[in-house]
């Protein structure tokens, strides 16, 4: 049996004795790892990574279907509900996730204004990012590993939980792990074709949400170790392709954000005018807590002992291995430095990458972990077995836990569609509708459904016609204060009716005097 280095050594001279562009070798390059990879891989093999796969795209599917949230409606209805030129260019809140934006403006015309539509881009892109995070960590280390990482990343509940909100954060996972795998390509063959591919991915993410910063220059720095560890005679070339690389990422990333640079200036894609005003003296006081938010966050969906043998596989991988120390390295100081020039930890949801990177340690862990079990405990138990045991119990193992905790500490909105399905029905031409802020861009997405746009229903009721106030409660504006945010008097009106009763909201009709 051929050795693991003579199988490189000739994948290497089969690729360099193809003739042509880089577009050709690079095609052949994508050839040859599909027909390895299914010549090395089982049957049983295969059908496991598409069970896993297909697990992970259920739990994110039951989460799509949960209701609304303020912030996804909010993003909706200030960016993607506009023409596209405001939707690329308007950057009045950080909630516009551009690439996002575009992707939902597309799919919620294609299949209408419901809760699919909206989340689809989202799901699919943390669909999609599974199979690629196999890919790379089976290029890096062994179909085992990348068994079980793969199982942990489909049912990883924060990973779950972020997929199925309408945001561009998946988005950004799913190029990040496609210039990860793209990297992988220009560590072993020096393709200009696949750095330039590399440099697009990382632009591309990048558009999707400004915080893919820290996941593109982890992209980079880990390529630029890889090849400083692997080559000494041609790494100058190697380094070139490099630098084509970041080129291109740079000038692509400027060039998608130029309409929003020319409307708000180039500082606001990191320091936002909406939010609180960073300094170092701010920065130094709270980022304690926030790193705590960002470690109760990851931790809650599971057990705390979970969490304490998930710390101790981290460091045990970090020690055995050196490929995932290179890892982890252009981890650290992709973020860490750009944090501190940036004095702001940021929100948790924009760290989710980070779990790819723990769970990959995990699996390196557990990995060794069965091997020892097979070596010392049960010597019948082959690898084959014991890694999809593996596999599945740590699937099942991350969901059962924490699905029921996703699903109910993000402030989902049933009352939004409710309150839309009510409007429909019982207003007419003539009627208005005055709306509590909370409220109003939930229940305006959910209206656009029933062919009602709920900007031009504002104002006042044509004669004969009702005013429909709807009122966040409780301890929220009371049905004056309402009246007031539409320019608008109680006094003009006769005594209210309280046509529906939510916990959240109530809806009162009247007529003018």
């Known amino acids: 049996m051929s050795s693991p280095q003579h199988r490189s050594r000739g994948r290497r001279r089969s690729s360099e004795q193809v003739q042509g562009s880089a577009w050709a070798r690079f095609l052949h390059d994508v050839r040859d790892v599909k027909e390895r990879y299914l010549k090395q891989t089982s049957a049983a093999h295969k059908r496991f990574v598409l069970l896993l796969i297909t697990g992970g795209a259920v739990l994110r599917i039951w989460c799509m279907l949960l209701p609304i949230t303020a912030d996804e409606a909010v993003a909706y209805m200030t960016f993607a509900a506009k023409p596209i030129g405001e939707s690329i260019s308007n950057y009045a809140l950080p909630s516009n996730h551009v690439f996002h934006t575009v992707l939902t403006k597309w799919s919620t015309a294609l299949f209408g204004s419901n809760l699919v539509a909206l989340r689809l881009p989202s ?7 599974l199979p690629l995070f196999y890919l790379f960590v089976r290029s890096m280390f062994n179909r085992y590993i990348a068994l079980m990482a793969l ?20 988005l ?4 990040w792990m496609l210039a990860l795998v793209l990297g992988r390509h220009v560590v072993r063959e020096n393709n200009t074709l696949t750095a330039v591919l590399m440099g697009v991915s990382c632009a591309l993410g990048m558009w999707a949400v400004p915080t893919m910063m820290p996941m593109a220059l982890m992209v980079f720095f880990w390529v630029v170790f890889s090849l400083l560890g692997k080559y000494e005679r041609s790494v100058s070339t190697r380094m070139a392709s490099v630098g084509l690389s970041l080129l291109v990422f740079l000038v692509l990333t400027t060039l998608l954000y130029f309409p929003v640079i020319l409307s708000h ?10 939010e609180e005003q960073y300094s170092w003296k701010n ?9 705590l938010d960002l470690w109760v966050w990851i931790v809650d969906p599971t057990y705390w002992w979970v969490a304490a043998l998930g710390f101790v596989s981290l460091t045990h991988a970090a020690y055995i291995s050196v490929k995932y120390r290179t890892i982890l390295i252009a981890m650290v100081i992709g973020a860490v430095p750009l944090t501190l020039i940036l004095a702001d930890v940021g929100s948790t949801h924009q760290w989710a990458y980070l779990l790819f990177v723990f769970h990959l340690g995990m699996s390196i862990a557990a990995f060794y972990l069965l091997k020892f079990v097979q070596d010392k405990v049960i010597k019948t138990l082959g690898k084959r077995t014991r890694t999809a045991g593996g596999a599945l119990v740590l699937f099942v193992g991350f969901a059962l836990p924490g699905m029921g905790v996703v699903r109910e500490r993000v402030l989902h909105l049933p009352e939004a569609a409710a309150c839309a399905e009510h409007l429909a029905q019982a207003m007419r031409p003539a009627d208005r509708m005055c709306m509590d802020t909370f409220w109003f861009a939930p229940v305006a997405f959910h209206l656009r459904a029933h062919d009602m746009d709920a900007e031009q229903l504002e104002g006042l009721p044509n004669p004969g016609g009702m005013q429909f106030v709807v009122v966040l409660q409780p301890n929220g504006q009371s049905m004056e204060g309402v009246l007031m945010r539409c320019d608008q008097r109680a006094e003009a009106y006769e005594l209210p009716t309280r046509v529906k009763d939510w916990d959240r909201m109530e809806i009162f009709a009247a007529r003018l005097r």
Request: glycine residues 6%; contains cysteine.
């Open 123 to 129: 799901v699919l892109a943390g669909v999609l990012v």
């Open 151 to 170: 199982a942990m990343a489909a049912a990883s509940p924060c990973l779950v939980e972020v997929s199925a909100l309408a945001h561009g954060y998946s």
């Open 172 to 175: 950004a996972w799913f190029w």
């Open 265 to 274: 200036g180039l500082d606001q894609l990191f320091h936002h005018a909406t």
């Open 283 to 291: 920065f130094s006081h709270t980022y304690p807590d926030r790193v």
